[in-house]
């Protein structure tokens, strides 16, 4: 029987190159905490291109990898929290207008860091209900464009990059489960407080930097491990599957110390692991989608590998999923 399954994988990272010794000079932090607290080493900063630039070259990839030309494409979702405006036109508009595409279904989704989870669900039910045949799906952030540069808390974290996939029915290695969810009474922990209609953007919006992602690292830090821990528990144990069973796990890429606490109460292998977070920080959307590419161009992702994803964010917002790759 067809079902959904994600035939290809794309991803395109900037090539500006910011170290944690560069923020060194640039708040009062160190390659040593940064490391400790983190894992993170380095973050790609996009300079002259946008978000929706990134989202079309990972896009670009993805839709050649799955041998399809881009007029095969009949819904674009974009997931993002750094869209190219504010309110419209959707970056994945912007992006189907970059494709060459005039007649398409494209709209954004804002879920923060757990949008590609969300993606995978919107187009599984699309492409499985019959309404779209090939549904592409892109995580693309411009994280450094709402990124407080004088605030060390959160600006050590961020990066910048964009991750693409393509959801169409296939007789084989599917989208086995996704399990997305939400609890919007902890959204004041990871907000941009400026410029929506709570407070509209004014000089004291822009004055007390309210435009910039603002956040309790660690009260975020404590839910995001148990409730990710849960998730993961709950969406193996309702499909009978092992972590032993896991070929690969890519979690969402926000610190490498909520993902050693998942990875250990999972009993998962460093080589079931897949790991970006050094190199990227925390791209948000786009972590996942990355990460996934960097596991099929280093070649440990084949089609027919099973993966568990993961991820946590702003909303608060999260969810896991398990898919054999049906990518070749
Ligand atoms: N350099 C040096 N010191 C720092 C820095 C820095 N960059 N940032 C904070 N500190 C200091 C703090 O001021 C504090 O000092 P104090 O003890 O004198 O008060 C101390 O370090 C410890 O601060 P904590 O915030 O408690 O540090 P923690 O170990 O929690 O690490 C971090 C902070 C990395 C932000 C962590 O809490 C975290 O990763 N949180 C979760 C992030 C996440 O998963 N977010 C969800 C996804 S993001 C999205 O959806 C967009």
Same mark, same amino acid.
Not at 56 to 84: F, G, H, M, N, V
Not at 293 to 300: C, I, L, Q, V, Y
């Given at each position: ?7 290809? $994988?794309? *991803?395109?990272?900037?090539? %500006? /190159? ?8 640039? #708040? @009062? ?79 954004? $989704?804002? *879920?923060?860091?757990?949008? %590609? /989870? ?8 699309? #492409? @499985? ?200």
């Amino acid at each position: 029987m067809k079902k959904a399954s994600m035939i290809s $994988i794309g *991803a395109y990272v900037p090539e %500006f /190159i910011l170290t944690n010794h560069d923020l060194e000079k640039m #708040v @009062e932090t160190s390659d040593e905490w940064i490391v400790k607290r983190t894992g993170i080493h380095t973050r790609h900063i996009a300079k002259d291109e946008v978000t929706s630039d990134l989202g079309y070259k990972a896009a670009k990839q993805a839709i050649e990898r799955a041998k399809l030309a881009p007029s095969d494409i009949d819904a674009i979702i974009c997931a993002t929290i750094s869209p190219d405006y504010l309110c419209m036109p959707s970056t994945a508009c912007r992006i189907s207008n970059l494709l060459g595409l005039t007649n398409v279904t494209a709209f954004d $989704i804002s *879920a923060a860091c757990t949008g %590609f /989870i969300y993606l995978l669900e919107i187009a599984k039910s699309l #492409v @499985e209900s019959g309404m779209k045949k090939n549904v592409l799906i892109i995580g693309a952030e411009k994280l450094s464009s709402i990124t407080n540069w004088e605030d060390r808390g959160t600006c050590v974290l961020f990066g910048d990059g964009a991750g693409a996939a393509v959801i169409s029915l296939r007789e084989d290695n599917h989208i086995i489960d996704v399990h997305t969810s939400s609890d919007g009474s902890k959204g004041e922990l990871l907000i941009t407080p400026g410029c929506g209609s709570v407070n509209p953007m004014s000089q004291d919006t822009l004055d007390k930097k309210l435009h910039f992602m603002h956040m309790a690292g660690n009260e975020v830090f404590k839910v995001a491990v148990n409730t990710l821990t849960n998730d993961v528990i709950d969406i193996l144990a309702k499909n009978g599957i092992l972590s032993s069973q896991i070929d690969l796990f890519i979690p969402h890429q926000a610190n490498l110390r909520i993902i050693n606490a998942v990875q250990q109460k999972l009993g998962l292998s460093d080589e079931q692991c897949v790991l970006t977070v050094a190199k990227y920080g925390n791209t948000s959307s786009a972590s996942i989608p990355m990460a996934i590419n960097d596991a099929f161009e280093s070649g440990r992702l084949k089609n027919g590998s099973l993966m568990l994803l993961d991820a946590f964010g702003g909303g608060f917002t999260w969810g896991s999923a398990l898919l054999k790759f049906g990518g070749k």
